[in-house]
């Protein structure tokens, strides 16, 4: 069984991930209608038990974005695994201010951290970002501002860190230029970034459609 962080812990606005649904997804993401196979229940709580937030019939009443090209998900900004029962994410309604509901994890439904969608896909540096590289993975370490015309600059994950007795992540980034013109990048420099602002925001993202 995983060992997930409650959710509790974690600010309300981080996202975590995104979720394929296939009630929701799959037509869509074969590039069909863009219309629903089935409806998902959002509950106040990861509980069968929890009272009903919303029935969701149709994707656009969650809030989502591209995993891939032309692939839709819905943004996760919790998850729980509570000890009796399976685990569950929490989406956030659309046109709802900050409401959100639980979804418990059914057949089919594929998670992505926002950790693997970093890594595998063309990342840049998202306006969350404080323009800083620090020297290790901690705020109050040497750092300096970068400075840098490409908006937004790309960068490429080299390695992550979690310091101890925290829930937070480190990533050690290249920033590059030339990802898109066939010729051999330039990395501009190293350093750590924290994986979130203090605003919650992702300080790195990624491009769903490629160049």
Same mark, same amino acid.
């Given at each position: 069984?995983?060992?997930?962080?409650p959710?509790?812990a974690?600010?309300?606005?981080?996202?975590?991930?995104?979720?394929?649904?296939?009630?929701?997804?799959?037509?869509v993401?074969?590039?069909?209608?863009?219309?629903?196979?089935?409806?998902?229940?959002?509950?106040?709580?990861?509980?069968q038990?929890?009272?009903v937030?919303?029935?969701?019939?149709?994707?656009?009443?969650?809030?989502?974005?591209?995993?891939?090209?032309?692939?839709?998900?819905?943004v996760?900004?919790?998850?729980?695994?509570?000890?009796?029962?399976?685990? #569950? $994410?929490?989406?956030? *309604?659309?046109? +709802?201010?900050?409401?959100?509901?639980? @979804? &418990?994890?059914? =057949?089919g439904?594929?998670?992505?951290?926002?950790?693997?969608?970093?890594?595998?896909?063309?990342?840049?540096?998202?306006?969350?970002?404080?323009?800083?590289?620090?020297?290790?993975?901690?705020?109050?370490?040497?750092?300096?501002?970068?400075?840098?015309?490409?908006d937004?600059?790309?960068?490429?994950?080299?390695?992550?860190?979690?310091?101890?007795?925290?829930?937070?992540? #480190? $990533?050690?980034i290249? *920033?590059i230029? +030339?990802?898109?013109?066939?010729?051999? @990048? &330039?990395i501009? =420099?190293?350093?750590?970034?924290?994986?979130?602002?203090?605003?919650?925001?992702?300080?790195?993202?990624?491009?769903?459609?490629?160049?």
């Amino acid at each position: 069984m995983a060992l997930l962080i409650p959710a509790s812990a974690w600010p309300q606005d981080r996202i975590l991930g995104l979720l394929e649904v296939p009630a929701l997804h799959e037509y869509v993401n074969a590039g069909g209608l863009d219309k629903s196979s089935g409806t998902i229940t959002l509950r106040a709580e990861p509980s069968q038990s929890a009272s009903v937030v919303l029935q969701v019939e149709d994707r656009r009443q969650l809030e989502s974005r591209e995993h891939d090209y032309e692939q839709v998900s819905a943004v996760v900004y919790g998850r729980d695994y509570p000890r009796s029962g399976g685990l #569950w $994410y929490k989406l956030k *309604v659309i046109g +709802g201010g900050s409401r959100y509901g639980w @979804v &418990e994890h059914a =057949a089919g439904m594929e998670f992505r951290t926002t950790y693997a969608l970093v890594t595998s896909r063309m990342a840049h540096l998202s306006s969350d970002w404080d323009r800083r590289l620090r020297e290790s993975p901690n705020l109050e370490a040497p750092s300096r501002i970068l400075d840098l015309q490409d908006d937004p600059p790309s960068a490429r994950v080299i390695d992550s860190f979690n310091p101890r007795g925290t829930n937070e992540t #480190w $990533y050690l980034i290249a *920033v590059i230029r +030339g990802t898109c013109t066939g010729e051999p @990048v &330039e990395i501009v =420099a190293t350093g750590w970034v924290p994986a979130y602002a203090t605003n919650g925001g992702t300080t790195m993202w990624y491009f769903s459609r490629g160049c």
